[in-house]
């Protein structure tokens, strides 16, 4: 890696520290703005904990809801930050040219358990994504990204599911769980400082460890399959030529690049939107 080493630092907002309900993550409810100070404050500590173990450069991407919750004025100065919703890449934005991808404040795929679990959109749009026949989630789609690039995933935070299932994909990767999920509005969380030491040590070890880490790269062709709630939200999204129709509820596109199958699960959750009578 040379002097420089360059960490890319996705950052959502459900598996961030204490965070167990929708009132603490939307925009405008009472509890939002007081988990944004969480956010941020989990974002540091992987910054603090990286550049201890040797990380120089640090590129933040807001990865939650419109994109635009972290507080700029209380973000590590090492670091840049990317905000703003208009992103090709989503989640993303920015990744090529990092040495390896963090994924703070992760949660579990739409489906299963988890505090606040999805995948991209709400479970009343998405029940279920699934990348090549098996069970996607936010991190496994992301992960692909940077790992067919060759950028594998070092660190990632969130309760107890998303902690799981990224040491069962990505090879040498560092955990930190900041909380056990009961169900999904319901967990055993750490304080804030329990928590923020569990992530700033798991991304030391991180980056300390870069050598050792694995990329995630499934082999082609890449095929996403969205399950929506709805046969009526499955139709709408039935834009792009390459689209196929499974069933009532499922919609199936494949690729041999996984940045055009990847974009284009991106613009079918755009189009995606509840029924009426789900409010």
Sequence with gaps: MGETLRVFISADMEGVTGVTHPQDVIPGRPQYERFRRFLTADVNAAIEGAAQGGATEFLVNEAHDGMRNIFLEDLDGRAE??????????????????????????????????????????????????????????????????????????????????????????????????????????ARCLTPQTALGRIREAAQRATTGVGDLVPYAPEPPYTFTAEFATASTAASVMFFPQLERVDDRRVSWAHDDYQTAFKMFIGVMRMATSDPDYG
């Design 81 to 186: 930050l990317i905000v703003g919703s208009r992103k090709p890449l989503s989640m993303m934005q920015g990744f090529e040219g990092a040495d390896v991808a963090f994924f703070v404040g992760y949660h579990a795929r739409a489906g299963a358990g988890g505090v606040l679990s999805h995948t991209f959109n709400s479970p009343t749009v998405v029940t279920g994504v699934e990348l090549n026949g098996g069970p996607c989630s936010e991190a496994r789609m992301n992960a692909a990204l940077a790992g067919l690039c060759a950028i594998p995933v070092g660190l990632v935070t969130g309760d107890d599911l998303a902690c799981e299932e990224a040491e069962s994909l990505y090879t040498n990767v560092k955990t930190a769980q900041v909380k056990t999920a009961v169900d999904r509005y319901t």
